[in-house]
T-cell receptor, first 114, second 114 residues
Framework: AQSVAQPEDQVNVAEGNPLTVKCTYS??????LFWYVQYPNRGLQFLLK??????LVKGSYGFEAEFNKSQTSFHLKKPSALVSDSALYFCAVRDGSSASKIIFGSGTRLSIRP | DGGITQSPKYLFRKEGQNVTLSCEQNLNHDAMYWYRQDPGQGLRLIYY???????QKGDIAEGYSVSREKKESFPLTVTSAQKNPTAFYLCASSIADRNSYEQYFGPGTRLTVT
């Protein structure tokens, strides 16, 4: 069965420093991976996806994610954090049993201090 | 939050009453979804629909019902049988395309039942 894990409930980073939010996955077949961001009392916003191609995927708001097949990871990164990046981040993987279903991780709260 | 609207933003009901949450999209997406989000938890799938007049149960369908009479609309009814209905409810939609499995979310409805 497909699954995705976010091992950190919270990540704290100083503004201007690089940030990484970790995600590992387990799938049968080729992985289709996603990152979403959620601001307080709002819906989720799509950041980026990996389906095939380059292992480094670029997305919205300066975020990028690195797909690593051998480590089954899809970590979200940003070279220089902004206070406005503080939010809840979800990693997700397509459910192989149904093409349109996505399985979400438990979320990581990112806090950027000024 | 794009072309997906959810109404109302906040909803209050007494225990024992059924309540219907609205979800409308103008993105011409085939698939639509309902998720429930509780504090400190990820998203759990309630129901999803890939085409009009068809829908499938998700992981936590008990106590909920849906209909999909029009492509644009996917209302969710929280029935009195749902034992713990207070939560943040998110609607999403997606294209049924093998290169575009990402889902787009509405702003959410926060339901409080007392």
């Amino acid at each position: 069965a497909q699954s995705v894990a976010q091992p950190e409930d919270q990540v704290n980073v100083a503004e201007g420093n690089p940030l990484t939010v970790k995600c590992t996955y387990s799938v049968s077949g080729n992985p289709y991976l996603f990152w979403y961001v959620q601001y307080p009392n709002r819906g989720l916003q799509f950041l980026l996806k990996y389906i095939t191609g380059d292992n480094l995927v670029k997305g919205s708001y300066g975020f990028e994610a690195e797909f690593n097949k051998s480590q089954t990871s899809f970590h979200l990164k940003k070279p220089s954090a902004l206070v406005s990046d503080s939010a809840l981040y979800f990693c997700a993987v397509r459910d192989g049993s149904s093409a349109s279903k996505i399985i979400f991780g438990s979320g990581t709260r990112l806090s950027i201090r000024p | 939050d794009g072309g997906i609207t959810q109404s109302p933003k906040y909803l209050f009901r007494k225990e024992g009453q059924n309540v219907t949450l609205s979800c409308e999209q103008n993105l011409n997406h085939d698939a639509m979804y309902w998720y429930r989000q509780d504090p400190g938890q990820g998203l759990r799938l309630i129901y999803y629909s890939q085409i009009v007049n068809d829908f499938q149960k998700g992981d936590i369908a008990e106590g909920y019902s849906v209909s999909r009479e029009k492509k644009e609309s996917f209302p969710l009814t929280v029935t009195s049988a749902q034992k713990n209905p207070t939560a943040f409810y998110l609607c999403a939609s997606s294209i049924a395309d093998r290169n575009s499995y990402e889902q787009y979310f509405g702003p959410g409805t926060r339901l409080t039942v007392t």
